[in-house]
Protein backbone atom coordinates (compact mmCIF):
# COMPACT_ATOMS: atom_id res chain seq x y z
CA UNK A 1 0.00 0.00 0.00
CA UNK A 2 2.54 2.51 1.45
CA UNK A 3 4.71 1.63 -1.88
CA UNK A 4 1.00 2.25 -3.83
CA UNK A 5 1.01 5.83 -2.32
CA UNK A 6 4.70 7.03 -2.84
CA UNK A 7 4.25 5.16 -6.27
CA UNK A 8 1.35 7.57 -7.31
CA UNK A 9 3.64 10.32 -5.88
CA UNK A 10 6.05 10.27 -7.97
CA UNK A 11 4.17 9.37 -11.32
CA UNK A 12 2.06 13.06 -9.97
CA UNK A 13 5.49 14.95 -9.58
CA UNK A 14 6.49 13.38 -13.36
CA UNK A 15 3.65 14.27 -15.25
CA UNK A 16 3.68 17.98 -13.53
CA UNK A 17 7.09 18.58 -15.00
CA UNK A 18 6.25 17.30 -18.45
CA UNK A 19 2.97 19.96 -18.61
CA UNK A 20 4.90 22.49 -17.19
CA UNK A 21 7.94 21.73 -20.18
CA UNK A 22 6.16 20.55 -23.12
CA UNK A 23 2.46 22.23 -23.33
CA UNK A 24 2.04 21.90 -27.15
CA UNK A 25 2.08 18.95 -28.83
CA UNK A 26 4.15 19.80 -32.21
CA UNK A 27 3.75 17.53 -34.80
CA UNK A 28 2.66 17.22 -38.29
CA UNK A 29 -0.75 16.17 -38.61
CA UNK A 30 -1.86 17.44 -42.00
CA UNK A 31 -2.40 13.68 -42.11
CA UNK A 32 -5.73 14.27 -40.10
CA UNK A 33 -7.67 15.61 -43.24
CA UNK A 34 -7.56 12.07 -44.78
CA UNK A 35 -8.02 10.08 -41.39
CA UNK A 36 -11.94 8.73 -40.64
CA UNK A 37 -13.45 6.37 -38.45
CA UNK A 38 -13.99 2.97 -39.53
CA UNK A 39 -17.94 3.60 -38.55
CA UNK A 40 -17.91 6.98 -41.08
CA UNK A 41 -16.65 4.16 -44.44
CA UNK A 42 -19.56 2.13 -46.21
CA UNK A 43 -20.11 -1.45 -45.81
CA UNK A 44 -17.97 -2.10 -48.51
CA UNK A 45 -15.61 -0.48 -50.74
CA UNK A 46 -12.88 -1.27 -52.87
CA UNK A 47 -9.30 0.10 -53.17
CA UNK A 48 -6.25 -1.37 -55.12
CA UNK A 49 -4.40 -1.64 -52.36
CA UNK A 50 -5.80 -2.21 -48.71
CA UNK A 51 -3.09 -2.62 -45.91
CA UNK A 52 -3.67 -4.22 -42.86
CA UNK A 53 -2.13 -2.38 -39.79
CA UNK A 54 -1.03 1.32 -39.82
CA UNK A 55 2.04 1.03 -37.91
CA UNK A 56 5.68 1.34 -38.52
CA UNK A 57 6.12 -0.05 -41.25
CA UNK A 58 2.50 -0.05 -42.53
CA UNK A 59 2.03 4.29 -42.69
CA UNK A 60 5.54 5.00 -44.84
CA UNK A 61 4.00 1.47 -47.31
CA UNK A 62 0.96 2.90 -47.48
CA UNK A 63 2.06 6.40 -48.41
CA UNK A 64 4.56 5.39 -50.95
CA UNK A 65 1.60 3.22 -52.68
CA UNK A 66 -0.82 5.86 -52.89
CA UNK A 67 1.35 7.68 -54.89
CA UNK A 68 0.27 5.73 -57.79
CA UNK A 69 -2.99 4.13 -56.41
CA UNK A 70 -5.88 4.25 -54.11
CA UNK A 71 -5.14 2.93 -50.69
CA UNK A 72 -7.02 2.14 -47.95
CA UNK A 73 -5.18 1.49 -44.21
CA UNK A 74 -7.11 0.15 -41.34
CA UNK A 75 -5.44 0.52 -37.94
CA UNK A 76 -7.16 -1.09 -35.15
CA UNK A 77 -6.15 1.87 -32.75
CA UNK A 78 -6.91 5.75 -32.46
CA UNK A 79 -5.12 8.50 -33.74
CA UNK A 80 -2.41 10.01 -31.42
CA UNK A 81 -3.76 12.90 -30.38
CA UNK A 82 -6.45 11.58 -28.62
CA UNK A 83 -3.50 10.55 -26.11
CA UNK A 84 -1.62 13.60 -26.24
CA UNK A 85 1.24 12.05 -23.71
CA UNK A 86 2.28 10.14 -26.43
CA UNK A 87 3.48 13.09 -27.77
CA UNK A 88 6.53 13.82 -26.11
CA UNK A 89 9.50 12.14 -24.69
CA UNK A 90 8.16 12.98 -21.24
CA UNK A 91 5.17 10.89 -21.54
CA UNK A 92 7.08 7.62 -22.31
CA UNK A 93 6.14 7.04 -18.86
CA UNK A 94 2.92 6.00 -19.26
CA UNK A 95 4.10 2.81 -21.93
CA UNK A 96 5.25 1.66 -18.35
CA UNK A 97 2.97 2.67 -16.07
CA UNK A 98 -0.62 2.94 -18.11
CA UNK A 99 -3.03 0.00 -17.69
CA UNK A 100 -4.25 -1.56 -20.62
CA UNK A 101 -8.03 -0.46 -21.10
CA UNK A 102 -8.66 -2.36 -24.27
CA UNK A 103 -7.96 0.93 -26.69
CA UNK A 104 -5.57 3.00 -25.19
CA UNK A 105 -2.09 2.63 -27.26
CA UNK A 106 -0.16 0.48 -24.54
CA UNK A 107 -1.67 -3.38 -25.09
CA UNK A 108 -0.23 -5.77 -22.45
CA UNK A 109 0.54 -9.09 -23.01
CA UNK A 110 2.51 -11.42 -21.32
CA UNK A 111 4.60 -14.71 -23.07
CA UNK A 112 4.79 -17.81 -21.55
CA UNK A 113 7.68 -17.36 -20.45
CA UNK A 114 6.40 -14.69 -18.12
CA UNK A 115 7.80 -11.52 -19.09
CA UNK A 116 5.46 -8.52 -19.41
CA UNK A 117 5.64 -7.25 -22.76
CA UNK A 118 3.89 -4.27 -25.24
CA UNK A 119 2.38 -3.72 -28.51
CA UNK A 120 1.11 -0.37 -29.44
CA UNK A 121 -2.33 -0.14 -30.80
CA UNK A 122 -2.63 3.53 -32.07
CA UNK A 123 -2.13 4.79 -35.67
CA UNK A 124 2.10 4.64 -35.54
CA UNK A 125 2.36 1.56 -33.68
CA UNK A 126 5.07 0.82 -31.66
CA UNK A 127 6.68 4.00 -33.02
CA UNK A 128 4.45 6.01 -30.87
CA UNK A 129 5.12 4.14 -27.42
CA UNK A 130 8.63 3.09 -28.04
CA UNK A 131 12.00 5.06 -26.61
CA UNK A 132 12.34 6.83 -29.84
CA UNK A 133 16.13 5.44 -30.49
CA UNK A 134 17.02 5.57 -34.17
CA UNK A 135 19.63 3.84 -35.90
CA UNK A 136 19.76 1.76 -39.11
CA UNK A 137 20.12 -2.07 -39.66
CA UNK A 138 23.66 -3.77 -39.41
CA UNK A 139 25.33 -5.22 -42.88
CA UNK A 140 25.02 -8.69 -42.09
CA UNK A 141 21.53 -8.42 -41.90
CA UNK A 142 21.34 -7.04 -45.60
CA UNK A 143 23.21 -9.89 -46.28
CA UNK A 144 21.37 -12.76 -44.45
CA UNK A 145 18.02 -11.33 -44.25
CA UNK A 146 17.01 -14.01 -47.74
CA UNK A 147 15.91 -10.48 -49.61
CA UNK A 148 17.95 -9.70 -52.45
CA UNK A 149 17.95 -5.97 -51.53
CA UNK A 150 18.97 -3.02 -53.84
CA UNK A 151 21.38 -1.46 -51.48
CA UNK A 152 20.92 2.05 -53.68
CA UNK A 153 17.16 1.95 -52.93
CA UNK A 154 17.65 0.75 -49.23
CA UNK A 155 20.00 3.99 -48.80
CA UNK A 156 16.65 6.11 -50.37
CA UNK A 157 14.50 5.02 -47.98
CA UNK A 158 16.12 5.45 -45.16
CA UNK A 159 16.94 8.86 -46.37
CA UNK A 160 13.13 9.43 -47.16
CA UNK A 161 12.42 8.24 -43.62
CA UNK A 162 14.70 10.53 -41.58
CA UNK A 163 14.09 14.14 -43.82
CA UNK A 164 10.68 13.63 -41.66
CA UNK A 165 10.97 11.92 -38.10
CA UNK A 166 14.35 11.89 -37.09
CA UNK A 167 16.31 14.80 -35.50
CA UNK A 168 20.04 14.55 -33.67
CA UNK A 169 19.56 14.49 -30.15
CA UNK A 170 21.39 17.37 -27.44
CA UNK A 171 22.42 14.83 -25.24
CA UNK A 172 20.86 14.76 -21.30
CA UNK A 173 23.72 15.13 -18.90
CA UNK A 174 22.78 11.20 -18.34
CA UNK A 175 23.40 10.25 -21.57
CA UNK A 176 27.07 12.75 -21.74
CA UNK A 177 27.95 10.74 -18.24
CA UNK A 178 26.97 7.64 -20.39
CA UNK A 179 28.87 8.38 -23.09
CA UNK A 180 32.18 9.07 -21.11
CA UNK A 181 32.11 5.63 -18.71
CA UNK A 182 31.40 3.73 -22.40
CA UNK A 183 34.75 5.43 -23.77
CA UNK A 184 36.53 4.69 -20.82
CA UNK A 185 35.76 1.41 -20.13
CA UNK A 186 36.94 0.47 -23.32
CA UNK A 187 34.14 0.66 -25.95
CA UNK A 188 35.68 2.42 -28.58
CA UNK A 189 36.28 3.58 -31.13
CA UNK A 190 34.25 7.05 -30.50
CA UNK A 191 32.04 7.17 -33.29
CA UNK A 192 30.49 11.03 -32.47
CA UNK A 193 27.18 11.09 -34.07
CA UNK A 194 26.07 8.94 -36.57
CA UNK A 195 22.68 7.26 -38.14
CA UNK A 196 24.74 3.89 -39.10
CA UNK A 197 25.16 0.86 -37.85
CA UNK A 198 28.93 1.02 -36.28
CA UNK A 199 30.91 -1.25 -33.47
CA UNK A 200 31.94 1.10 -30.60
CA UNK A 201 30.18 4.37 -28.64
CA UNK A 202 28.25 6.39 -30.48
CA UNK A 203 25.08 8.96 -30.41
CA UNK A 204 22.09 7.76 -32.66
CA UNK A 205 18.89 9.37 -34.15
CA UNK A 206 15.89 9.89 -32.19
CA UNK A 207 12.71 10.59 -33.25
CA UNK A 208 12.44 13.28 -30.49
CA UNK A 209 12.96 17.14 -31.66
CA UNK A 210 15.12 18.95 -28.96
CA UNK A 211 11.64 20.21 -27.85
CA UNK A 212 10.96 16.54 -26.73
CA UNK A 213 8.44 15.92 -29.64
CA UNK A 214 7.58 12.62 -30.93
CA UNK A 215 7.70 12.30 -34.95
CA UNK A 216 6.59 8.55 -34.91
CA UNK A 217 5.21 6.95 -38.14
CA UNK A 218 2.10 8.68 -38.28
CA UNK A 219 3.83 11.73 -40.08
CA UNK A 220 5.18 9.79 -42.84
CA UNK A 221 1.54 9.67 -43.99
CA UNK A 222 1.96 12.97 -44.63
CA UNK A 223 4.51 12.03 -47.83
CA UNK A 224 0.78 10.20 -49.21
CA UNK A 225 -1.45 11.52 -51.68
CA UNK A 226 -4.60 12.32 -49.92
CA UNK A 227 -6.49 12.15 -53.06
CA UNK A 228 -5.92 8.27 -53.32
CA UNK A 229 -5.67 7.65 -50.01
CA UNK A 230 -8.00 6.92 -47.21
CA UNK A 231 -6.87 5.67 -43.28
CA UNK A 232 -9.04 4.16 -41.08
CA UNK A 233 -9.03 4.38 -37.09
CA UNK A 234 -10.65 2.03 -34.90
CA UNK A 235 -10.69 -0.45 -37.65
CA UNK A 236 -10.27 -4.09 -36.35
CA UNK A 237 -9.47 -6.07 -39.23
CA UNK A 238 -11.46 -10.13 -38.64
CA UNK A 239 -10.16 -11.54 -41.58
CA UNK A 240 -8.41 -11.51 -44.58
CA UNK A 241 -11.10 -12.98 -47.12
CA UNK A 242 -9.71 -15.65 -49.69
CA UNK A 243 -11.34 -16.79 -53.42
CA UNK A 244 -9.52 -20.12 -53.72
CA UNK A 245 -5.92 -19.19 -53.14
CA UNK A 246 -6.45 -15.62 -53.81
CA UNK A 247 -6.75 -13.18 -51.13
CA UNK A 248 -9.44 -10.59 -51.91
CA UNK A 249 -10.94 -8.89 -49.34
CA UNK A 250 -10.55 -8.39 -45.56
CA UNK A 251 -13.67 -7.79 -43.13
CA UNK A 252 -13.45 -5.38 -39.87
CA UNK A 253 -15.31 -4.09 -37.29
CA UNK A 254 -15.53 -0.23 -36.19
CA UNK A 255 -16.08 0.43 -33.05
CA UNK A 256 -19.61 0.15 -32.88
CA UNK A 257 -18.67 -3.61 -33.60
CA UNK A 258 -20.38 -3.19 -37.06
CA UNK A 259 -18.47 -5.40 -39.65
CA UNK A 260 -17.69 -3.31 -42.92
CA UNK A 261 -15.69 -5.28 -45.96
CA UNK A 262 -13.40 -3.93 -48.73
CA UNK A 263 -12.22 -5.52 -51.83
CA UNK A 264 -9.23 -5.10 -54.06
CA UNK A 265 -9.31 -4.18 -57.63
CA UNK A 266 -7.68 -6.31 -60.49
CA UNK A 267 -3.85 -6.21 -59.62
CA UNK A 268 -4.39 -5.11 -56.19
CA UNK A 269 -2.94 -6.56 -52.88
CA UNK A 270 -3.69 -6.83 -49.23
CA UNK A 271 -0.55 -6.29 -47.47
CA UNK A 272 -0.35 -7.13 -43.57
CA UNK A 273 1.58 -4.45 -41.65
CA UNK A 274 0.43 -5.64 -38.32
CA UNK A 275 3.56 -6.51 -36.57
CA UNK A 276 4.99 -9.81 -35.44
CA UNK A 277 1.88 -10.42 -32.91
CA UNK A 278 -1.03 -9.63 -34.95
CA UNK A 279 0.43 -10.47 -38.78
CA UNK A 280 1.04 -14.15 -37.56
CA UNK A 281 -2.23 -14.03 -35.79
CA UNK A 282 -4.21 -12.71 -38.94
CA UNK A 283 -2.77 -15.12 -41.31
CA UNK A 284 -4.01 -18.09 -38.43
CA UNK A 285 -7.31 -16.74 -38.17
CA UNK A 286 -8.07 -16.52 -41.89
CA UNK A 287 -7.00 -20.17 -42.31
CA UNK A 288 -3.23 -19.82 -43.49
CA UNK A 289 -0.92 -21.74 -40.86
CA UNK A 290 -0.64 -25.13 -39.32
CA UNK A 291 -3.27 -27.66 -40.66
CA UNK A 292 -3.20 -29.82 -36.78
CA UNK A 293 -3.74 -26.09 -35.29
CA UNK A 294 -6.46 -24.36 -37.67
CA UNK A 295 -8.53 -28.09 -37.44
CA UNK A 296 -8.00 -28.03 -33.39
CA UNK A 297 -9.97 -24.50 -33.47
CA UNK A 298 -12.57 -25.67 -36.02
CA UNK A 299 -11.33 -22.35 -38.50
CA UNK A 300 -11.64 -23.12 -42.04
CA UNK A 301 -7.78 -24.43 -43.91
CA UNK A 302 -6.95 -22.12 -47.12
CA UNK A 303 -3.65 -23.12 -47.06
CA UNK A 304 -1.63 -25.89 -44.75
CA UNK A 305 1.27 -23.40 -44.16
CA UNK A 306 3.34 -24.81 -40.97
CA UNK A 307 5.88 -22.03 -40.40
CA UNK A 308 3.08 -19.22 -39.71
CA UNK A 309 3.61 -18.21 -36.60
CA UNK A 310 6.90 -19.95 -35.75
CA UNK A 311 10.47 -18.67 -35.24
CA UNK A 312 9.63 -16.01 -32.58
CA UNK A 313 12.36 -14.40 -31.04
CA UNK A 314 12.73 -11.44 -28.81
CA UNK A 315 15.56 -9.46 -27.46
CA UNK A 316 16.26 -10.19 -23.88
CA UNK A 317 17.31 -7.57 -21.94
CA UNK A 318 19.31 -7.47 -18.95
CA UNK A 319 19.17 -4.17 -16.29
CA UNK A 320 21.41 -3.83 -13.73
CA UNK A 321 19.71 -0.07 -11.54
CA UNK A 322 21.28 2.18 -9.43
CA UNK A 323 19.95 4.28 -7.48
CA UNK A 324 21.50 7.95 -7.50
CA UNK A 325 23.23 10.28 -4.76
CA UNK A 326 21.89 13.32 -6.77
CA UNK A 327 18.64 13.93 -8.84
CA UNK A 328 19.13 14.22 -13.13
CA UNK A 329 16.51 14.54 -15.77
CA UNK A 330 14.76 11.55 -16.64
CA UNK A 331 16.30 10.59 -20.19
CA UNK A 332 15.75 7.89 -23.00
CA UNK A 333 18.34 6.06 -24.76
CA UNK A 334 20.72 8.77 -26.51
CA UNK A 335 24.09 6.87 -27.05
CA UNK A 336 24.63 3.35 -27.30
CA UNK A 337 27.79 1.08 -27.20
CA UNK A 338 28.12 -1.99 -29.42
CA UNK A 339 31.00 -4.87 -28.72
CA UNK A 340 31.50 -7.41 -31.34
CA UNK A 341 28.48 -5.72 -33.78
CA UNK A 342 26.11 -7.51 -31.71
CA UNK A 343 26.31 -6.85 -28.21
CA UNK A 344 24.60 -3.53 -27.68
CA UNK A 345 24.48 -1.74 -23.81
CA UNK A 346 21.89 1.60 -23.55
CA UNK A 347 21.43 3.67 -20.67
CA UNK A 348 18.01 5.50 -19.49
CA UNK A 349 17.44 8.06 -16.43
CA UNK A 350 14.45 8.14 -14.69
CA UNK A 351 12.51 8.87 -11.20
CA UNK A 352 10.74 5.44 -11.64
CA UNK A 353 12.68 1.52 -12.11
CA UNK A 354 9.86 1.65 -15.36
CA UNK A 355 12.32 -0.10 -17.01
CA UNK A 356 13.13 -2.59 -14.48
CA UNK A 357 11.49 -6.47 -14.32
CA UNK A 358 8.07 -6.82 -12.07
CA UNK A 359 10.10 -8.01 -9.44
CA UNK A 360 11.72 -4.64 -8.59
CA UNK A 361 8.55 -2.64 -7.40
CA UNK A 362 10.27 -2.22 -4.52
CA UNK A 363 11.18 1.38 -4.26
CA UNK A 364 13.92 1.52 -0.97
CA UNK A 365 12.70 3.37 1.64
CA UNK A 366 12.88 6.98 0.75
CA UNK A 367 10.97 10.71 1.75
CA UNK A 368 8.30 10.75 -0.69
CA UNK A 369 9.08 14.33 -0.74
CA UNK A 370 12.67 13.55 -2.78
CA UNK A 371 12.46 12.24 -6.15
CA UNK A 372 15.18 9.99 -6.57
CA UNK A 373 16.74 9.34 -9.29
CA UNK A 374 17.67 6.00 -10.84
CA UNK A 375 20.72 5.09 -13.28
CA UNK A 376 19.55 2.10 -15.51
CA UNK A 377 21.84 0.49 -17.42
CA UNK A 378 20.48 -2.23 -20.43
CA UNK A 379 21.96 -4.53 -22.48
CA UNK A 380 20.96 -6.85 -25.10
CA UNK A 381 21.83 -7.92 -28.49
CA UNK A 382 20.85 -8.05 -32.03
CA UNK A 383 21.32 -11.93 -32.95
CA UNK A 384 19.38 -13.81 -30.71
CA UNK A 385 19.54 -17.51 -31.67
CA UNK A 386 16.84 -18.53 -28.61
CA UNK A 387 13.20 -19.38 -31.14
CA UNK A 388 9.78 -20.26 -29.93
CA UNK A 389 6.37 -19.97 -31.44
CA UNK A 390 3.12 -18.57 -31.87
CA UNK A 391 -0.65 -19.68 -31.34
CA UNK A 392 -3.80 -19.06 -31.19
CA UNK A 393 -6.15 -18.80 -27.71
CA UNK A 394 -9.03 -17.93 -29.45
CA UNK A 395 -10.44 -19.25 -32.65
CA UNK A 396 -13.08 -15.83 -33.05
CA UNK A 397 -11.58 -13.28 -31.05
CA UNK A 398 -8.72 -11.31 -32.67
CA UNK A 399 -8.92 -8.69 -29.94
CA UNK A 400 -7.03 -11.46 -27.55
CA UNK A 401 -3.81 -11.80 -27.71
CA UNK A 402 -2.53 -15.39 -29.13
CA UNK A 403 0.03 -17.39 -27.04
CA UNK A 404 3.44 -16.63 -27.53
CA UNK A 405 6.63 -18.02 -25.93
CA UNK A 406 10.46 -16.70 -26.70
CA UNK A 407 12.35 -19.19 -24.78
CA UNK A 408 14.46 -16.94 -23.75
CA UNK A 409 18.04 -18.32 -23.18
CA UNK A 410 17.33 -21.24 -24.30
CA UNK A 411 20.19 -21.16 -26.53
CA UNK A 412 23.93 -20.96 -24.85
CA UNK A 413 25.31 -18.62 -27.13
CA UNK A 414 22.72 -16.04 -26.00
CA UNK A 415 23.66 -16.76 -22.75
CA UNK A 416 27.08 -16.05 -23.02
CA UNK A 417 26.71 -12.60 -24.89
CA UNK A 418 24.46 -11.72 -21.89
CA UNK A 419 27.28 -13.05 -19.83
CA UNK A 420 29.72 -10.77 -21.77
CA UNK A 421 27.34 -7.82 -21.61
CA UNK A 422 27.14 -7.91 -17.91
CA UNK A 423 30.87 -8.15 -17.84
CA UNK A 424 31.32 -5.12 -19.45
CA UNK A 425 28.89 -3.02 -17.33
CA UNK A 426 30.96 -4.29 -14.64
CA UNK A 427 33.95 -2.43 -16.25
CA UNK A 428 31.69 0.81 -17.23
CA UNK A 429 31.42 0.76 -13.20
CA UNK A 430 34.62 1.18 -12.37
CA UNK A 431 35.07 4.02 -14.29
CA UNK A 432 36.43 7.43 -13.07
CA UNK A 433 32.47 8.81 -14.32
CA UNK A 434 30.53 6.23 -13.15
CA UNK A 435 32.94 6.17 -9.32
CA UNK A 436 30.63 9.75 -9.10
CA UNK A 437 27.45 7.75 -8.89
CA UNK A 438 28.44 5.86 -5.85
CA UNK A 439 26.80 6.55 -2.58
CA UNK A 440 28.38 6.92 0.64
CA UNK A 441 26.79 4.69 3.52
CA UNK A 442 27.03 5.36 7.62
CA UNK A 443 30.80 3.98 7.32
CA UNK A 444 32.38 6.29 5.09
CA UNK A 445 32.43 3.46 2.40
CA UNK A 446 31.29 4.75 -0.94
CA UNK A 447 29.58 1.88 -2.94
CA UNK A 448 26.56 1.47 -5.63
CA UNK A 449 22.97 1.43 -4.42
CA UNK A 450 21.50 -1.06 -6.67
CA UNK A 451 17.74 -1.47 -6.82
CA UNK A 452 16.43 -4.78 -6.98
CA UNK A 453 19.83 -7.35 -7.98
CA UNK A 454 22.64 -6.31 -7.27
CA UNK A 455 25.26 -7.32 -10.31
CA UNK A 456 27.08 -10.44 -9.10
CA UNK A 457 30.33 -9.51 -6.75
CA UNK A 458 32.36 -12.13 -9.14
CA UNK A 459 31.74 -11.03 -12.62
CA UNK A 460 34.45 -13.27 -13.41
CA UNK A 461 32.48 -16.57 -12.39
CA UNK A 462 30.65 -17.92 -15.69
CA UNK A 463 27.40 -19.58 -13.48
CA UNK A 464 26.71 -16.93 -11.49
CA UNK A 465 26.80 -14.12 -14.18
CA UNK A 466 24.55 -16.66 -15.81
CA UNK A 467 22.00 -16.80 -13.20
CA UNK A 468 22.11 -13.18 -13.21
CA UNK A 469 21.07 -13.45 -16.46
CA UNK A 470 18.06 -16.09 -15.76
CA UNK A 471 16.80 -14.40 -13.28
CA UNK A 472 16.68 -10.65 -14.47
CA UNK A 473 15.88 -11.71 -18.09
CA UNK A 474 13.14 -9.25 -19.47
CA UNK A 475 12.19 -7.91 -22.89
CA UNK A 476 13.64 -4.92 -24.91
CA UNK A 477 10.32 -5.03 -26.83
CA UNK A 478 12.24 -5.49 -29.74
CA UNK A 479 10.08 -9.31 -30.19
CA UNK A 480 10.11 -9.97 -34.60
CA UNK A 481 9.32 -13.68 -36.92
CA UNK A 482 6.28 -15.59 -37.18
CA UNK A 483 6.26 -14.87 -41.04
CA UNK A 484 9.66 -15.00 -41.59
CA UNK A 485 11.42 -14.54 -44.94
CA UNK A 486 11.93 -18.22 -47.21
CA UNK A 487 9.51 -19.82 -44.59
CA UNK A 488 6.53 -17.35 -44.88
CA UNK A 489 6.78 -14.93 -47.60
CA UNK A 490 9.46 -15.56 -50.75
CA UNK A 491 12.24 -12.55 -51.10
CA UNK A 492 9.06 -10.21 -52.51
CA UNK A 493 7.86 -10.43 -48.99
CA UNK A 494 4.99 -12.18 -50.83
CA UNK A 495 2.92 -15.05 -48.96
CA UNK A 496 4.38 -18.28 -50.39
CA UNK A 497 1.37 -19.98 -51.92
CA UNK A 498 -1.51 -17.33 -51.69
CA UNK A 499 -2.19 -14.62 -54.64
CA UNK A 500 -1.85 -11.06 -53.89
CA UNK A 501 -1.13 -11.24 -50.09
CA UNK A 502 2.23 -9.64 -48.69
CA UNK A 503 3.95 -9.10 -45.01
CA UNK A 504 5.06 -6.41 -44.42
CA UNK A 505 6.41 -5.60 -40.77
CA UNK A 506 8.72 -7.31 -38.41
CA UNK A 507 7.22 -10.81 -38.64
CA UNK A 508 9.30 -11.38 -41.43
CA UNK A 509 12.70 -11.28 -39.73
CA UNK A 510 14.86 -13.48 -38.48
CA UNK A 511 17.33 -11.24 -36.54
CA UNK A 512 16.11 -7.73 -34.85
CA UNK A 513 17.97 -5.75 -36.83
CA UNK A 514 21.32 -3.00 -35.98
CA UNK A 515 20.74 -1.62 -32.06
CA UNK A 516 17.17 -1.03 -32.66
CA UNK A 517 14.90 -2.35 -35.23
CA UNK A 518 12.18 0.90 -36.13
CA UNK A 519 14.50 2.88 -38.38
CA UNK A 520 14.44 -0.51 -40.34
CA UNK A 521 11.22 -0.91 -39.99
CA UNK A 522 10.34 2.63 -41.38
CA UNK A 523 12.67 1.61 -44.37
CA UNK A 524 11.01 -1.30 -44.78
CA UNK A 525 7.61 0.23 -45.47
CA UNK A 526 8.96 2.88 -47.99
CA UNK A 527 11.05 0.17 -49.96
CA UNK A 528 8.51 -2.65 -50.93
CA UNK A 529 6.24 0.26 -51.32
CA UNK A 530 8.96 1.57 -54.14
CA UNK A 531 9.41 -2.09 -55.09
CA UNK A 532 5.37 -2.66 -55.48
CA UNK A 533 5.39 0.50 -57.72
CA UNK A 534 8.40 -0.56 -59.99
CA UNK A 535 7.01 -3.88 -60.09
CA UNK A 536 3.51 -2.75 -61.68
CA UNK A 537 4.91 0.01 -64.12
CA UNK A 538 7.47 -3.07 -65.59
C1 LIG B 1 8.18 0.21 -25.11
C2 LIG B 1 8.92 0.03 -26.39
C3 LIG B 1 10.13 0.70 -26.59
C4 LIG B 1 10.83 0.53 -27.78
N1 LIG B 1 11.94 1.30 -28.03
C5 LIG B 1 12.49 1.30 -29.27
C6 LIG B 1 13.51 2.23 -29.62
O1 LIG B 1 13.89 3.11 -28.85
N2 LIG B 1 14.05 2.14 -30.88
C7 LIG B 1 13.64 1.21 -31.78
O2 LIG B 1 14.20 1.16 -32.88
N3 LIG B 1 12.67 0.33 -31.48
C8 LIG B 1 12.07 0.38 -30.26
N4 LIG B 1 11.04 -0.47 -29.97
C9 LIG B 1 10.65 -1.49 -30.99
C10 LIG B 1 9.86 -0.92 -32.16
O3 LIG B 1 9.05 0.16 -31.75
C11 LIG B 1 9.03 -2.04 -32.80
O4 LIG B 1 9.87 -3.11 -33.15
C12 LIG B 1 8.30 -1.56 -34.06
O5 LIG B 1 7.50 -0.42 -33.76
C13 LIG B 1 7.43 -2.66 -34.66
O6 LIG B 1 6.95 -2.23 -35.92
P1 LIG B 1 5.95 -3.08 -36.82
O7 LIG B 1 5.65 -2.27 -38.03
O8 LIG B 1 6.49 -4.46 -37.02
O9 LIG B 1 4.66 -3.24 -35.92
P2 LIG B 1 3.77 -2.10 -35.20
O10 LIG B 1 4.43 -0.78 -35.23
O11 LIG B 1 3.39 -2.68 -33.90
O12 LIG B 1 2.51 -2.00 -36.16
C14 LIG B 1 1.46 -2.92 -36.18
C15 LIG B 1 0.16 -2.13 -36.25
O13 LIG B 1 -0.90 -3.01 -36.62
C16 LIG B 1 -2.04 -2.73 -35.84
N5 LIG B 1 -2.84 -3.96 -35.82
C17 LIG B 1 -2.53 -5.14 -35.26
N6 LIG B 1 -3.54 -6.03 -35.45
C18 LIG B 1 -4.49 -5.40 -36.17
C19 LIG B 1 -5.78 -5.78 -36.67
N7 LIG B 1 -6.28 -7.01 -36.47
N8 LIG B 1 -6.52 -4.85 -37.36
C20 LIG B 1 -6.03 -3.59 -37.57
N9 LIG B 1 -4.83 -3.18 -37.11
C21 LIG B 1 -4.07 -4.07 -36.42
C22 LIG B 1 -1.47 -2.32 -34.50
O14 LIG B 1 -2.38 -1.55 -33.75
C23 LIG B 1 -0.23 -1.52 -34.90
O15 LIG B 1 -0.50 -0.15 -35.08
C24 LIG B 1 10.32 -0.34 -28.79
C25 LIG B 1 9.10 -0.98 -28.60
C26 LIG B 1 8.39 -0.80 -27.42
C27 LIG B 1 7.05 -1.49 -27.26
C1 LIG C 1 -6.47 -18.29 -23.17
O1 LIG C 1 -7.86 -18.38 -22.95
C2 LIG C 1 -8.21 -18.80 -21.66
C3 LIG C 1 -9.74 -19.01 -21.63
O2 LIG C 1 -10.40 -17.86 -22.15
C4 LIG C 1 -7.73 -17.78 -20.64
O3 LIG C 1 -8.04 -18.19 -19.32
C5 LIG C 1 -6.21 -17.63 -20.77
O4 LIG C 1 -5.75 -16.61 -19.92
C6 LIG C 1 -5.84 -17.29 -22.21
N1 LIG C 1 -4.40 -17.33 -22.36
C7 LIG C 1 -3.71 -16.27 -22.79
C8 LIG C 1 -2.23 -16.47 -22.88
O5 LIG C 1 -4.21 -15.20 -23.09
C1 LIG D 1 30.33 -19.24 -8.76
O1 LIG D 1 28.94 -18.94 -8.65
C2 LIG D 1 28.18 -20.07 -8.30
C3 LIG D 1 26.71 -19.68 -8.42
O2 LIG D 1 26.43 -18.49 -7.73
C4 LIG D 1 28.58 -20.53 -6.90
O3 LIG D 1 27.81 -21.64 -6.53
C5 LIG D 1 30.06 -20.87 -6.92
O4 LIG D 1 30.48 -21.18 -5.61
C6 LIG D 1 30.89 -19.71 -7.44
N1 LIG D 1 32.26 -20.16 -7.61
C7 LIG D 1 33.29 -19.43 -7.20
C8 LIG D 1 34.64 -20.01 -7.50
O5 LIG D 1 33.17 -18.38 -6.60
Not at 128 to 157: C, P, Q
Not at 390 to 404: A, G, T
Amino acid sequence: MANHILLFTLISIFQLGVISSHPIPNQDTSYMKFVHEASELQESEEYDYIIIGGGTAGCPLAATLSSKFSVLLLERGNDPNKYPSVLNEQGLLNAFVAEDDGQNPFQHFISEDGVENLRGRVLGGGSMINAGFYSRGHREFFETAGVDWDMELVEKAYEWVEETVVSKPSLSPWQAAFRSALLEGGVGHDNGFDLKHLVGTKTGGSIFDNKGNRHGAVELLNKGEPENFKVATQATVQRIIFTGLSASGVSYSDSKGKLHTAFIRKKGEIILSAGAIGSPQLLLLSGVGPKSQLKSLKLPVVLDQPHVGEFMSDNPRFTPTIVLPFQVVASSAQVVGTLDNNIHLQAFASPLPFFAPPSFSLLPPQSTSIVPSLAIFVGKFSDVYSEGSLRLNSSIDVKESPIVRFNYYSHPDDLARCVRGVRKVGDLLRTPTMEKIKTQDLEGNKRFQFLGLSLPENLLNDSAVEEYCQKTVTTYWHYHGGCLVGKVVDDNHKVIGIENLRVVDGSTFSVSPGTNPMATLMMLGRYVGLKVLQQRSS
